[in-house]
């Protein structure tokens, strides 16, 4: 579990942050959804330790992350496994290289230990086939999904995923978001998951927090989202004319 | 205050270099391939353009001396002290500072925009020391031996040009080049080699890795990298010749 304990964040003037609390649970596909700007980012961010909070605690599983040393935040780091957005996989790297390095760097098992991982992972997100290319040689939605393999490759406990649908087909996008559900699931991950995108909310979303205006602002279920009071949340989910006929109906 | 702030920054990575790696066998890797980008891959221009600066040389030297009281063979002894002192050395590596210093510094700043520092940092990498320290390391391995091959080729061309423009057979051009050899001149050459390609690595490496924002921000990292190694160089040239000759 990662609890988010009053975390305060500023950037200069601008305040980012405004005091989150929050708790992400193990097994759990934990959405952190948002407008553009609203902090969902800087929320990962500063979880992950790339910023460094201004005022608060980040604890994972009892430890406190925020005041730990830089070896002793190094060996949570281990533990998380991270899909960025535009899923930062290594150019000059194939697909086999990018998910292999990780356990190469780390792991001190021997080198057909670390093959049969390899195929393990990619297996798992269906890309026996795509050992040898390079990322600039597949299709976006099989970037991400290296990028996910790469993530999940050191048996991580928590798995951040910043954006993990953007740039894909909605088709595509279901793919990644069942996949990410299914690997929660299956290793017991606490995973955190930044999104706007409706589908995902509303299709893996366990436990979501809605951040306004750096606060939050809400949380709880998808199926709670349809019957919440909270205006804010509410504008923000049924954005379209479409989406408040069909939660009308729904409900 | 600014210079102070990145004059600060520049020092911290440096230190950062000395951190143990995760796992040598990792950075040995780097350092292979940083060596063969940088060694192999800039052999032939280094190798074209000191024969070129070599033959340049000769000829204007000869030129200059004809008709006076000085012999010929002076061609040879000049070519040689010439490329081992000074233009092997700056020449190859304000070269260099252009191909490789621009390379490390978008290839690191591509990363940087792209995330991939971010991720090699949320697994735990020592990024600085992964994606620097290599880098600097083979610059100042190969570079030297690129300067080495870049005097033998220049004295080379010096020859070449001497016999064909007629100004100079091979027996007074080698008779020159053997004159009076000075032992200490290589000493220098190698140094200055040393100190110009850790400059060139460690000014490119700081741009690339510092870069904010995108594409462009990223052409003008490239460029303030060329501009400021090829500066430091020549201003390290001056301090050195003035400290050990």
Redesign the interface.
Known sequence: MIELQDIYKSFGENDVLKGITTEFLPGKTNLIIGKSGSGKTVCIKCS?G?FEVNKGAVIYDGRNFTIMSKSEK??V??E?G?L???N???DSMTVEENVR??L???SKKTKAEKNARVDEVLERVELEEAHKKYPSEISGGMQKRVGIARAIVLQPRYLFCDEPNSGLDPQTALVIDELIKEITIEQNITTVINTHDMNSVMGIGDNILFIHEGHKHWQGSSEEILTSRNQELEDFIFASEFLKKLKNQQI | MKFLFHFGRYVNMIFALFKKPERFRMYWKEYARQMNNIGVGSLIIVAFISVFVGAVTAIQFAYQIQGSAIPMWWVGFVVRDTMILELAPTISCLLLAGKVGSNISSELGSMRVNEQIDALQIMGVNVRSYLVGPKILAAVTVIPMLVIIAAFLGVYGGLIAGKLGGYVSATEYQLGVLDEFNPHYIKLMYIKAVVFAFTLTSVAAYQGFYVKGGAIEIGEASTRAVVFSSILILAFDYLIAAALL
């Open positions: 992950i790339l190094k060996s780091r281990k998380i991270m960025f957005q535009g930062a996989l290594f390095f990780p190469d760097m780390f």
